[in-house]
Nanobody, 125 residues
Framework: QVQPVESGGGLVQAGGSLRLSCAAS????????VGWFRQAPGKEREFVAA????????YYADSMKDRFSISSDNAKNTVYLQMNSLKPDDTAVYYC??????????????????WGQGTQVTISS
């Protein structure tokens, strides 16, 4: 099985940028959809973006597609989430997950089988 491992979180001022990384441990991300989710204190886990690792097809939450970008580096077996123009509301733990969600269901956390431990992103005002 594949084990996602996140990195790249931290403290950034509003308006700044961060790039999160999700590396595959164990097996590769091949044949998986890799998604990014986030969860703020007291809130439900929220879909951010996903990528079909084999074909590069991407999916975004409507509210984030103008500021966030997901990409992959197959040579490094890693998926990235580039986050720009960050806002305090973006503060959350960001999780990477791998799974095989059916078409049209990439935004649902329960469709993903393997989860990383999460990385904290804090945006100061």
């Amino acid at each position: 099985q594949v084990q996602p491992v996140e990195s790249g979180g931290g403290l950034v001022q509003a308006g700044g940028s961060l790039r999160l990384s999700c590396a595959a441990s164990g097996r590769t991300f091949s044949r998986y959809v890799v998604g990014w989710f986030r969860q703020a204190p007291g809130k439900e886990r929220e879909f951010v973006a996903a990528i079909n690792y084999n074909v590069g097809l991407t999916y975004y939450a409507d509210s984030m597609k103008d500021r966030f970008s997901i990409s992959s580096d197959n040579a490094k077996n890693t998926v990235y989430l580039q986050m720009n123009s960050l806002k305090p509301d973006d503060t959350a733990v960001y999780y990477c997950a791998a799974g095989r969600p059916p078409y049209g269901r990439t935004r649902f956390p329960y469709e993903y089988d393997y989860w990383g431990q999460g990385t904290q992103v804090t945006i100061s005002s």
